[in-house]
């Protein structure tokens, strides 16, 4: 890496955070990329299709990643935490020091082939498959991953477990038959035709300079099982936005199938509850998730081209579909997709009968409703994520209540933080759909290409 | 074993249709080391937490109760989940209310009340108090193989906040303490769903409906008995199934019968849940 040339940290590889750094590294200027999950994408690459145009989110998406995978101004860290930001004493640079995650893979010496994957005897539940699919032990997060490199889960990997144990003596050093005890597995290692697994690798540490950050930390959904009386977290059938994305996506575990997790049939009611967990300041978060509306819609309409004959049903507060398109894709899915849309919240959810029920209102009809469900789809709150509490704290940058970032002035100046030199994109300031993000990583580039030419800093041609 | 004193808040149900309870409370007490010492004087609960609370004068009854607790000292317990629901939530709206506390301690003559108490439930006595290992150690006679739904209803959970006996979505001391005496609780979706409550004055078919699928629910799930913490819960239960042949209902008990019986000190045919109950 050139060291004189001047560059910017991006924290953050969702859709959001690759923008700004493509809009950094066009400009000449070098970005450094930094993300926690094997690969990039976030969570648009969890996604099936976008909202409103039914885009296939992978299609659209992979030209981004491959482009940051390939740039020659964009660094990237994935696997890798930030673990410390100090200001230079004159105030207009960072020192950085970021974490990267043992891999167990030498990347230098792997080439994507997947034996590994293929070979590995061991399934765990999948966060990228949200609890509806498995990976492997050894795993990339899809196939179209960037990069292309696997990573081993310690956590679960019989290797590396029994390789511990020897070391720190819970299981004998030696064998009943007097031989040095050896760690059991290691499957991939054997399969691997370029030896790049690495059992003895560390956690690395760099150090850095950078002119300008941006924080693209991205959102989680809250979890279910908060919600109890939805039987989130108990009834497998009960699950999130982002599990159903996964079971309409053609990449995802049923190989875009809409089967139901309990008994892998197929569901012909699927009812969809919005604002769960948001704008209810007693049970979740007081704001409103903003890409439920939509994004419950779009999983309405796919749901019926999935399971012809199928009905959806939709509980809403009210329907907020602001955005260019949006009333329009609404009104498909009332009209010409005929999904049921009852305006009232749900009480309950709970099992009878091998199905579910769902108790809920209709305060249009002014009575109390009971649809009987093959499938429950709750439209999770969106929050932040835990290390945007610790990078705000790092870098003292204000919180609202929600615990999202708070932009110098949320009106006029959103980009911009406390801080100088430090900027936002993306759903770490709030929610936000994907232009939103998108546009928003653009302008968190544009004041970072901003102060670093004002810093006098040449861009490379 | 060491013994604990609590002072006791029967209320009026426990003196009338429910004396069974009270009966299998103060044994099981016994046999665990509970000593539950009544109050001297005390007086009806008032049976409802008024939702308009800006009348203090709706909070005098149980804040009596409350002043008694208060004089007899250490912790007050109560048995009757209404009760416990009245008297909780009255003494957190004192707790939390210094005005209406005042206001309050200038009618009764009994007080002044402090504002400290925190009435409590024998479940969460047996619960935090003495644990489910002390329960298990108890147990002479295990309830193996016998399936028991937990039934909370609404009164012992919520509102949950400020309730906080248990989760008020996924609640887990009945489970718990059913699994203690060695039963097994069953998979229930209506277990803390409402019975009809007090509705059995007013609209009795709202609550037959109510209480009709409560009982149905319990029986999906295999259930040969319903456990339950609140008289008007059993009552509303049982008569819901007044019209049944008598060996087809499901029996209704109190989770304190599951204790004597466990415990040895109630005779095990004297269980409704071995006599009718299904294969």
């Given at each position: 890496?050139?060291?004189?040339?001047?560059?910017?940290?991006?924290?953050?590889?969702?859709?959001?955070?690759?923008?700004?750094?493509?809009?950094?590294?066009?400009?000449?200027?070098?970005?450094?990329?930094?993300?926690?999950?094997?690969?990039?994408?976030?969570?648009?690459?969890?996604?099936?299709?976008?909202?409103?145009?039914?885009?296939?989110?992978?299609?659209?998406?992979?030209?981004?990643?491959?482009?940051?995978?390939?740039?020659?101004?964009?660094?990237?860290?994935?696997?890798?935490?930030?673990?410390?930001?100090?200001?230079?004493?004159?105030?207009?640079?960072?020192?950085?020091?970021?974490?990267?995650?043992?891999?167990?893979?030498?990347?230098?010496?792997?080439?994507?082939?997947?034996?590994?994957?293929?070979?590995?005897?061991?399934?765990?539940?999948?966060?990228?498959?949200?609890?509806?699919?498995?990976?492997?032990?050894?795993?990339?997060?899809?196939?179209?991953?960037?990069?292309?490199?696997?990573?081993?889960?310690?956590?679960?990997?019989?290797?590396?477990?029994?390789?511990?144990?020897?070391?720190?003596?819970?299981?004998?050093?030696?064998?009943?038959?007097?031989?040095?005890?050896?760690?059991?597995?290691?499957?991939?290692?054997?399969?691997?035709?370029?030896?790049?697994?690495?059992?003895?690798?560390?956690?690395?540490?760099?150090?850095?300079?950078?002119?300008?950050?941006?924080?693209?930390?991205?959102?989680?959904?809250?979890?279910?099982?908060?919600?109890?009386?939805?039987?989130?977290?108990?009834?497998?059938?009960?699950?999130?936005?982002?599990?159903?994305?996964?079971?309409?996506?053609?990449?995802?575990?049923?190989?875009?199938?809409?089967?139901?997790?309990?008994?892998?049939?197929?569901?012909?009611?699927?009812?969809?509850?919005?604002?769960?967990?948001?704008?209810?300041?007693?049970?979740?978060?007081?704001?409103?998730?903003?890409?439920?509306?939509?994004?419950?819609?779009?999983?309405?309409?796919?749901?019926?081209?999935?399971?012809?004959?199928?009905?959806?049903?939709?509980?809403?507060?009210?329907?907020?579909?602001?955005?260019?398109?949006?009333?329009?894709?609404?009104?498909?899915?009332?009209?010409?997709?005929?999904?049921?849309?009852?305006?009232?919240?749900?009480?309950?959810?709970?099992?009878?009968?091998?199905?579910?029920?769902?108790?809920?209102?209709?305060?249009?009809?002014?009575?109390?409703?009971?649809?009987?469900?093959?499938?429950?789809?709750?439209?999770?709150?969106?929050?932040?994520?835990?290390?945007?509490?610790?990078?705000?704290?790092?870098?003292?940058?204000?919180?609202?209540?929600?615990?999202?970032?708070?932009?110098?002035?949320?009106?006029?100046?959103?980009?911009?933080?406390?801080?100088?030199?430090?900027?936002?994109?993306?759903?770490?300031?709030?929610?936000?759909?994907?232009?939103?993000?998108?546009?928003?990583?653009?302008?968190?580039?544009?004041?970072?290409?901003?102060?670093?030419?004002?810093?006098?800093?040449?861009?490379?041609? | 074993?060491?013994?604990?004193?609590?002072?006791?808040?029967?209320?009026?149900?426990?003196?009338?249709?429910?004396?069974?309870?009270?009966?299998?409370?103060?044994?099981?007490?016994?046999?665990?080391?509970?000593?539950?010492?009544?109050?001297?004087?005390?007086?009806?609960?008032?049976?409802?937490?008024?939702?308009?609370?800006?009348?203090?004068?709706?909070?005098?009854?149980?804040?009596?109760?409350?002043?008694?607790?208060?004089?007899?000292?250490?912790?007050?317990?109560?048995?009757?989940?209404?009760?416990?629901?009245?008297?909780?939530?009255?003494?957190?709206?004192?707790?939390?209310?210094?005005?209406?506390?005042?206001?309050?301690?200038?009618?009764?003559?009994?007080?002044?009340?402090?504002?400290?108490l925190r009435p409590r439930h024998l479940l969460e006595v047996v619960r935090d108090d003495l644990g489910w290992a002390e329960i298990r150690q108890r147990v002479t006679q295990p309830q193996a193989g016998v399936r028991l739904a937990a039934y909370y209803g609404c009164m012992l959970l919520r509102p949950g906040p400020e309730i906080g006996l248990d989760d008020p979505e996924q609640p887990s001391v009945l489970e718990?303490?059913?699994?203690?005496?060695?039963?097994?609780?069953?998979?229930?979706?209506?277990?803390?769903?409402?019975?009809?409550?007090?509705?059995?004055?007013?609209?009795?078919?709202?609550?037959?409906?109510?209480?009709?699928?409560?009982?149905?629910?319990?029986?999906?799930?295999?259930?040969?008995?319903?456990?339950?913490?609140?008289?008007?819960?059993?009552?509303?239960?049982?008569?819901a199934q007044r019209g049944q042949p008598e060996e087809s209902r499901l029996p209704v008990a109190y989770f304190t019968q599951l204790l004597t019986i466990a415990f040895g000190v109630d005779a095990p045919e004297s269980a409704p849940w071995i006599v009718g109950a299904p294969a």
């Amino acid at each position: 890496m050139s060291e004189a040339r001047p560059s910017a940290l991006v924290i953050g590889a969702g859709i959001a955070g690759i923008q700004a750094a493509l809009d950094i590294a066009n400009s000449g200027y070098r970005a450094v990329l930094v993300e926690s999950e094997p690969s990039i994408g976030g969570h648009m690459a969890q996604l099936s299709e976008t909202f409103p145009t039914l885009d296939c989110s992978q299609c659209i998406l992979t030209p981004r990643t491959v482009e940051v995978g390939h740039h020659a101004n964009i660094d990237l860290r994935t696997y890798s935490l930030v673990e410390d930001i100090r200001r230079s004493k004159d105030g207009s640079a960072f020192q950085v020091r970021i974490r990267r995650k043992a891999a167990y893979v030498d990347w230098s010496k792997c080439t994507g082939c997947g034996a590994c994957q293929e070979k590995c005897p061991f399934k765990v539940e999948s966060d990228f498959e949200r609890g509806v699919g498995v990976r492997k032990v050894i795993y990339t997060l899809s196939p179209q991953a960037v990069p292309n490199k696997p990573v081993i889960d310690a956590e679960h990997c019989r290797y590396l477990i029994s390789k511990h144990e020897i070391e720190s003596g819970t299981v004998a050093a030696l064998t009943k038959s007097g031989k040095p005890a050896e760690p059991k597995c290691g499957a991939c290692a054997k399969f691997c035709p370029t030896e790049a697994i690495d059992w003895d690798q560390k956690d690395t540490y760099e150090e850095l300079e950078v002119g300008a950050i941006v924080l693209a930390t991205g959102f989680d959904l809250m979890s279910p099982a908060q919600l109890g009386e939805y039987g989130g977290g108990q009834l497998p059938d009960v699950v999130d936005g982002l599990a159903f994305e996964r079971l309409l996506a053609a990449s995802g575990p049923t190989a875009g199938r809409v089967l139901r997790p309990s008994d892998g049939q197929e569901p012909r009611n699927v009812v969809f509850i919005q604002c769960c967990g948001s704008r209810d300041p007693a049970r979740g978060q007081p704001h409103c998730s903003k890409i439920c509306c939509m994004y419950t819609a779009k999983q309405a309409i796919l749901y019926k081209h999935h399971v012809h004959g199928g009905e959806a049903t939709v509980f809403y507060i009210d329907v907020r579909a602001a955005g260019k398109g949006y009333e329009e894709f609404l009104q498909r899915a009332q009209v010409q997709e005929q999904v049921n849309y009852i305006r009232g919240k749900v009480s309950r959810v709970y099992a009878e009968n091998g199905h579910l029920v769902v108790k809920g209102a209709d305060t249009l009809g002014h009575r109390s409703v009971d649809v009987i469900a093959d499938m429950v789809v709750l439209a999770m709150a969106v929050q932040p994520r835990p290390e945007t509490r610790r990078l705000a704290e790092m870098l003292d940058l204000a919180i609202d209540d929600s615990g999202f970032l708070c932009g110098l002035d949320e009106e006029l100046a959103p980009i911009e933080t406390l801080q100088s030199g430090v900027f936002l994109a993306g759903t770490v300031q709030g929610p936000r759909d994907i232009p939103e993000s998108v546009a928003q990583g653009s302008a968190a580039a544009g004041k970072v290409i901003q102060r670093l030419r004002q810093q006098g800093g040449e861009a490379a041609a | 074993m060491a013994s604990r004193t609590y002072a006791y808040f029967p209320g009026c149900t426990l003196r009338s249709h429910a004396h069974e309870y009270e009966r299998q409370a103060l044994a099981a007490g016994q046999a665990l080391g509970i000593d539950l010492v009544e109050l001297p004087e005390w007086n009806c609960c008032g049976a409802t937490f008024p939702l308009n609370a800006e009348n203090v004068m709706d909070l005098i009854a149980p804040a009596r109760v409350l002043i008694a607790g208060g004089k007899a000292g250490g912790d007050l317990v109560t048995l009757c989940a209404v009760c416990f629901h009245v008297l909780r939530r009255t003494a957190n709206f004192l707790q939390t209310h210094p005005f209406a506390l005042e206001r309050l301690n200038a009618f009764v003559e009994e007080g002044p009340y402090d504002g400290q108490l925190r009435p409590r439930h024998l479940l969460e006595v047996v619960r935090d108090d003495l644990g489910w290992a002390e329960i298990r150690q108890r147990v002479t006679q295990p309830q193996a193989g016998v399936r028991l739904a937990a039934y909370y209803g609404c009164m012992l959970l919520r509102p949950g906040p400020e309730i906080g006996l248990d989760d008020p979505e996924q609640p887990s001391v009945l489970e718990n303490l059913i699994e203690a005496v060695g039963a097994q609780a069953t998979s229930f979706s209506h277990s803390s769903e409402c019975c009809g409550s007090y509705l059995a004055a007013t609209q009795p078919g709202a609550v037959e409906r109510a209480s009709s699928r409560v009982v149905e629910a319990a029986r999906a799930g295999g259930a040969a008995a319903v456990i339950t913490a609140c008289p008007l819960c059993k009552y509303n239960l049982e008569q819901a199934q007044r019209g049944q042949p008598e060996e087809s209902r499901l029996p209704v008990a109190y989770f304190t019968q599951l204790l004597t019986i466990a415990f040895g000190v109630d005779a095990p045919e004297s269980a409704p849940w071995i006599v009718g109950a299904p294969a």
